[in-house]
């Protein structure tokens, strides 16, 4: 980058995917793209394109998705039932192919401060890119609408404020809105700590005038905040082992799973790990638990010793 004589187009100029995102090769029908990674985290999605990437720098919690749809609620919104069906930790040079639509539905949590990956694929969207979240619904980011940006804008700003228009700014967009709006807000309450009392009201709002959507909203906005938790802890947790833990939390929401994937991943006992995990991040106040239950904290739940 700083010592060529000129760059070829840079399929993107946002950090959105990647910070940043580095296109080396790109011509009508194909691009190579080196992908710098501090965030340390993709969501769950698809692709509307083919092609493979490599790890260059780093390791990476890599899981793949299944996604079965049960109620088609719009053109961008779906709800079903989302699960793991393999996760696995890559390494500098492995490989792996990446398959338009819903053939890879995957997350890669990267371990690297930064990590890199190297993608070559196809030009273009040849199919619709959604994100998923646990435990039922797909959306289609890509659709983007300019009023959905900016509620969700202004919400995010009333939270950060602490204005106390927020509740009455959530019940009138709720009057208003479709479900993919009310999904979204609703998330973006979860991540605003000023505003989490709000959280519950909203999902009841959102059962009243959709019924039997209220839990779904629920459970995924939980789910949601434990990865959100999870990938803010990798910028502060330094063990390796400690690292792939919070990859495992991040990626997984079966607590079978989770387990396996560490017995699988990591050569250390399982349930000493886990233990020696909990203890550590809940010594130095980076996760803060109950009395006398170590594992009373969203992200630590899914941990709590089998019986």
Do not use: K
């Amino acid at each position: 980058v700083v010592e060529s004589d000129g760059l070829p187009t840079q399929a993107r100029l946002d950090e959105t995917f990647g910070q940043p995102p580095v296109t080396l090769y790109h011509d009508t029908e194909f691009q190579i793209d080196a992908l710098f990674w501090m965030q340390s985290s993709t969501d769950i999605h698809g692709h509307g394109f083919g092609g493979a990437f490599l790890v260059l720098d780093g390791r990476s919690v890599h899981t793949c998705y299944e996604f079965v749809e049960s109620r088609r609620l719009a053109e961008d919104f779906s709800l079903g039932r989302l699960s793991a069906v393999h996760a696995e930790l890559l390494d500098v040079g492995d490989i792996r192919v990446i398959e338009p639509g819903a053939a890879l539905i995957h997350s890669v949590i990267h371990l690297g401060h930064p990590s890199v990956t190297l993608v070559a694929r196809t030009c273009g969207q040849g199919t619709p890119e959604y994100a998923y979240f646990f435990p039922a619904i797909a959306i289609e980011p890509s659709n983007a609408d300019p009023q959905r940006t900016r509620i969700l804008q202004l919400i995010r700003m009333l939270a950060r404020a602490g204005s106390d228009r927020l509740a009455r700014t959530v019940e009138r967009v709720l009057e208003r809105c479709d479900m993919y709006t009310a999904f979204m807000l609703l998330r973006e309450l979860s991540r605003c700590p000023g505003a989490s009392a709000l959280v519950g009201p909203t999902a009841d709002m959102c059962d009243r005038r959709w019924p039997g959507v209220g839990e779904v909203f629920g459970q995924a906005v939980i789910a949601d905040v434990r990865h959100t938790t999870a990938v803010q802890l990798l910028n502060r947790v330094t063990d390796d082992d400690h690292r792939v833990v919070l990859g495992a939390m991040a990626a997984l929401d079966d607590p079978r799973l989770i387990r396996s994937f560490l017995g699988a991943a990591v050569e250390r006992d399982t349930e000493r790990l886990i233990g020696e995990f909990v203890d550590a991040v809940t010594a130095d106040g980076a996760v803060t638990v109950g009395r006398g239950n170590p594992y009373d904290h969203t992200l630590l739940r899914p941990l709590r010793p089998r019986p």
